[in-house]
């Protein structure tokens, strides 16, 4: 009898024990890391892998559950490099696993939310980078087209040149402009800021205090 006593209470101090251990972290949570890879729209593909160092200790009722320096692992889903006229170039990834400094993998499900990249680049509702669309420099680009143009039509034919020229020289520049395509690069040592999007339990024994 003694000896089932024992073993009773042997079973819950372990049960006990691993429920002060290991805590979920809720939908939301959000994990800060330093991207380590370079990914760009002309040399990325879909599948292609990335990794990602974390930078800020995730903590959970006075618990590290994810230290600084745990890996981030995760794939390329999207790659978009669209002519300027038909949108923002576009990266998605799509992090799948958690790495801690200690060597234990959890898998990982969660959706980009922000970059520490400005200049017109955002992050869409579905975790996608975008890049910077059309700006100041091509609105230059096509107003010194069609400035070169109405110069020399005016060297050509005068005030009815000036027009003509400057015509042409926008028609020009704007296809040369449309043809164009519009790139995006995520480079490595960019802050990205990911949610995660489902519970996720961890062991905080393992992780550290």
């Known amino acids: ?36 890879t370079t990914l760009a729209t002309f040399t990325t593909k879909r599948g292609y892998p990335f990794a990602g160092r974390v930078t800020e200790p995730v903590m959970m009722n006075g618990k590290t559950v994810i230290p600084i320096g745990a890996t981030v692992e995760g794939q390329v889903t999207k790659v978009a490099e669209p002519r300027r006229i038909a949108g923002k170039p576009t990266i998605g990834i799509f ?7 200690n060597g234990e993998r959890y898998t990982l499900n969660a959706t980009l939310v922000d970059t520490s990249l400005r200049n017109g680049t955002d992050v869409n509702l579905e975790g996608q980078f975008k890049g910077a669309g059309h700006d100041g420099g091509d609105i230059r680009e096509v107003g010194i087209g069609t400035g070169g143009g109405m110069v020399v039509g005016g060297l050509a034919g005068g005030a009815k040149g000036v027009l003509i020229g400057g015509a042409i020289g926008a028609t020009a520049t704007l296809a040369h402009w449309l043809g164009k395509h519009r790139s995006a690069v995520l480079p490595a040592g960019t802050e990205l800021v990911m949610e995660i999007s489902h519970p996720m339990t961890l062991s905080a024994a393992t992780t550290g205090r």
Do not use: D, E, H, I
């Not at 024992?6 to 890391?33: D, E, R």
């Open 1 to 36: 009898m003694r000896k089932l006593a024992v073993l009773v209470y042997t079973t819950l101090f372990a049960f006990t024990g691993f429920a002060q251990t290991n805590l979920s972290l809720p939908a939301g949570t959000a994990v800060k890391m330093k991207l380590q």
């Open 95 to 101: 992090p799948q696993a958690l790495v801690l400094p």
